[in-house]
């Protein structure tokens, strides 16, 4: 698909560096790109006593009157650059982030979640759960000293022939097709005549190929107690790849969340670009 929208979330206290590189990510495809500025309400106090509840009203007067001043240095910094932009904000408590996240994600192309926002663990699930859930819209996933880019060179796709593997491939085919080098990467496939095929990778790395992709294969175990995201990242970082592309939360959330999982590993700490989609 090509992106023609794309939208940076971003949080009031620290935007300015996820911002710039959302911007050079406009500036490089052309997009059209929406800012959507967070701020974090906290609930209100279950109290009787109406000095509490005087202190978290001012409280919440004084957030808003600062998402009021970054959202203007964030249009002044907007204007100055040479693309088209929007710039929209909210503060709420964080449930209500996550429908707003999902009621704009559902009119772009792409979702950009920069390093600042990566780091807030609270806030940057709030964000996914927005996107890939309640929007349906593919991630794109910066962390600290990633170069910003929807034109990588060398891309490696973590495959295991799930429904979402499978739209983030479809999603990202363009991309996929344009760059130099595809590694498909399969980690303890098993060939099976109803799943995976029998050979795993094989019928993907076909789509691929027919959209103009240049697709090797890879079929690594997880040997000496390794967990696959340990394989994918070290895999990646070997291949010198410039992005990575997977589907997101094969497992539910609460079964991720309680025992962990290969999505909530690497969106903790992307080892680069990631691409995501589910």
């Known amino acids: 698909m090509q992106f023609r929208t794309i939208?940076?979330?971003?949080?009031?206290?620290?935007?300015?560096?996820?911002?710039?590189l959302a911007r050079r990510l406009g500036e490089e495809t052309g997009a059209h790109l929406?800012?959507?500025?967070?701020?974090?309400?906290?609930?209100?106090?279950?109290?009787?006593?109406?000095?509490?509840?005087?202190?978290w009203l001012r409280?919440?007067?004084?957030?808003?009157?600062r998402l009021h001043e970054e959202v203007e240095a964030i249009n002044a910094v907007i204007a100055a650059a040479d693309l088209s932009a929007d710039v929209d904000s909210v503060h709420a408590e964080r449930p209500m982030i996550t429908g707003a996240v999902g009621r704009?994600?559902?009119?772009?192309?792409?979702?950009?979640?920069?390093?600042?926002?990566?780091?807030?663990?609270?806030?940057?699930?709030v964000v996914l759960e927005g996107a890939l859930f309640e929007a349906e819209s593919p991630v794109l996933m910066l962390p600290e000293g990633a170069a910003p880019t929807l034109r990588p060179k060398r891309v490696m796709v973590a495959w295991s022939s799930t429904p979402e593997a499978s739209r983030a491939v479809r999603q990202a085919a363009e991309m996929l097709g344009s760059?130099?080098?595809?590694?498909?990467v399969l980690v303890d496939p098993q060939a099976t005549s109803w799943d995976a095929g029998p050979e795993p990778g094989a019928d993907v790395a076909a789509y691929l190929v027919r959209h103009g992709a240049k697709v090797t294969v890879e079929r690594l175990s997880s040997e000496r107690n390794k967990t696959v995201e340990e394989v994918l990242r070290r895999h990646a970082?070997?291949?010198?790849a410039d992005m990575v592309v997977m589907g997101?939360?094969?497992?539910?959330?609460?079964?991720?969340?309680?025992?962990?999982?290969?999505t909530q590993s690497m969106t903790e700490k992307p080892p680069l670009p990631l691409f995501l989609a589910r």
Not at 43 to 54: F, K, V
Request: no cysteine; aromatic share 8%; hydrophobic share 45%.
């Open 7 to 20: 939208l940076s979330v971003v949080d009031v206290d620290h935007w300015k560096s996820d911002l710039e």
């Open 34 to 55: 929406s800012v959507f500025v967070t701020s974090v309400a906290e609930p209100p106090p279950i109290a009787e006593y109406a000095a509490i509840a005087d202190v």
């Open 59 to 65: 409280e919440q007067d004084k957030a808003a009157r």
């Open 104 to 125: 704009r994600g559902r009119y772009v192309d792409l979702v950009i979640v920069g390093p600042k926002m990566i780091a807030d663990q609270r806030l940057r699930d």
């Open 179 to 184: 760059a130099e080098a595809v590694d498909v």
């Open 237 to 240: 970082v070997d291949a010198a």
């Open 248 to 262: 997101a939360y094969g497992h539910s959330r609460l079964r991720e969340w309680l025992f962990g999982g290969v």
